[in-house]
């Protein structure tokens, strides 16, 4: 996509703020407990910054996890709905590339559905003065299993207006994964999938979908005109037609390692 429609994209999801805190899905708790496990075993009390934080979906996991998080968010609607949804959670305004915090403050900085928005460039060294040496940083996105041939042709029908489906967030990470993640303040990136299934009738999908970006900033025509052949393709399939059913989406986690003090200062000399 071009700059401009990137940033028309990024900055869409506070107009529909309420729905997407109630239709988009959370993340598995072995996601998540994957993507802390080089922080400590056990995730109690772990300084976890969830940044772009959205309506609070993994915030909310990590605070039943036991963590001590500090919420980011950049748009103002987006950080009203967290706030109405969790007032006790300590909500700061601030993005990827300009965090609000100090020096080594965190153990580990997650970004759930956000890092593809993030200037990296930007992001990678302000995330590295967050962490403390050792500090964790990990990525999270579902992703609509598009081995599943149902799955393949919604992503067809929706004409590209859904988020990726696997097969294209794995190209995705894989180009992050190549990109060394600053090897200077970072280890290299590994990478884990999680099945994380949703029950779901033809109208709530298609709700949730309503939610994804390029539909957001499609012309209302447009927009319409797709949720209406997404709605008529779901009620021609066997597995979608008759009433609830089950999407089968994958949880895909990236995560790398903030380096430790001795090698960060041996790559100083």
């Known amino acids: 996509m071009t700059q401009d429609e990137w940033v028309r994209r990024g900055s869409s999801f506070g107009a529909v703020a309420s729905a997407y805190a109630d239709l988009r899905p959370g993340y598995p708790d072995e996601a998540v407990r994957w993507a802390l496990a080089p922080v400590a075993a056990d995730v109690a009390g772990l300084r976890v910054v969830d940044l772009g934080a959205g309506t609070g979906i993994l915030t909310e996991l990590l605070i039943r996890l036991g963590t001590d998080v500090t919420a ?13 949804r969790l007032p006790s959670v300590r909500l700061l305004t601030g993005s990827a590339e300009d965090i609000p915090l100090p020096d080594g403050s965190a153990d580990a900085v997650l970004c759930g ?5 993030f200037t990296m460039d930007r992001a990678l060294p302000e995330i ?13 996105w579902n992703n609509d ?14 004409e590209g207006a ?34 994380n299934a949703q029950r779901h009738t033809a109208e709530s999908l298609v709700a949730t979908l309503a939610t994804h970006s ?3 900033v499609m012309d209302p025509p447009d927009r319409d005109r797709v949720l209406v052949r997404v709605r008529d ?7 979608t037609s008759g009433g609830e059913f089950t999407v089968p989406l994958v949880t895909l ?8 003090a001795d090698a960060d200062a041996g790559a100083e000399r």
């Open 72 to 84: 980011v968010e950049p748009d103002a609607e987006m950080r009203a709905e967290f706030a109405r």
């Open 113 to 117: 559905q956000a890092m593809h928005w």
């Open 128 to 140: 590295a003065r967050v962490l403390r040496p050792g500090g964790v940083l990990a990525g999270l």
């Open 145 to 158: 299993d598009d081995r599943v041939d149902w799955v393949a042709g919604l992503q067809t029908a929706a």
């Open 162 to 195: 859904t988020s990726p489906a696997l097969s294209i967030r794995r190209a995705q990470a894989a180009a992050l994964q190549a990109m060394d993640f600053e090897p200077r303040s970072f280890l290299a990136a590994e990478r884990a999938e999680f099945p």
């Open 214 to 216: 390029r539909l957001l």
């Open 233 to 239: 393709y779901l009620r021609t399939r066997p597995e």
């Open 253 to 260: 986690v990236l995560r790398t390692t903030r380096v430790e």
